[in-house]
């Protein structure tokens, strides 16, 4: 029997839909995340999960709050769940980013212009940086799951990017062609039936994929 980890990335802030780095910066959902989390939270609890645990910011928090009620859970929130910390970016816009530190800004977009390259601006993590914290977490997940069992973690769209990139042992250059999850989306990682570790098995699902009665059960 196989074990299965949801990796569910929060529903929208107000930030998201204005195109703002929030890294650390504690930004609670919008209505429409809360919408988001709450159409997502009865279509995750009908898999029956064990546990749900999530990054301990707002706008994760709030989501998990909502799909752990629909599973009868509490959440436990575990810090190692965050998001980059992307520094003095925290709360710019890319344009607003260019304008106010443009050295930094400079360096950011010639290493590629992503979350994964946040250590080019001043107090901002590095890939390593998260990953010392969130592979640890995830690998915990998935040890105190039973063969059978499913869980669900619930944090942020780059950080459950690399972090599934990690879990998996894809190679890092593997993120360029793996786009971060929408809000409130999901991935599924799951051991292989066959056997030799783990598969991701589903990539950005979403509560609309589950919403007509042919597409459920």
Same mark, same amino acid.
């Given at each position: 029997m196989t074990r299965t980890l949801i990796l569910l990335r929060h529903g929208q802030t107000a930030w998201n839909a204005e195109g703002r780095a929030q890294g650390h910066t504690d930004v609670p959902l919008d209505d429409v995340g809360r919408a988001q989390a709450a159409a997502t939270a009865p279509v995750v609890a009908a898999l029956a999960p064990v546990f749900v645990r999530s990054s301990d910011l707002a706008r994760a928090a709030e989501t998990a709050e909502l799909v752990a009620a629909a599973c009868g859970l509490p959440v436990a929130r575990d810090p190692r769940l965050r998001e980059f910390d992307v520094g003095e970016? +925290? $709360?710019l816009t890319i344009a607003e980013f260019a304008a106010v530190l443009p050295a930094e800004h400079a360096r950011w977009a010639a290493a590629g212009g992503s979350f994964e390259n946040a250590d080019a601006v001043s107090g901002a993590e590095s890939t390593s940086d998260v990953l010392a914290r969130m592979l640890p977490a995830l690998r915990s *997940?998935? +040890?105190?799951? *039973?063969? $059978?069992?499913?869980g669900v973690v619930v944090g942020h769209g780059a950080a459950l990017r690399v972090g599934v990139l990690a879990l998996l042992g894809w190679e890092g250059s593997a993120s360029s062609s793996l786009r971060a999850l929408d809000n409130c989306g999901w991935a599924t990682v799951e051991d292989s039936a066959l056997g030799g570790g783990l598969r991701l098995a589903a990539y950005n699902r979403i509560a609309t994929d589950f919403a007509s009665a042919g597409s459920v059960g």
């Open positions: 970016r +925290s $709360g *997940a998935f +040890s105190d799951l *039973a063969p $059978g069992e499913t």
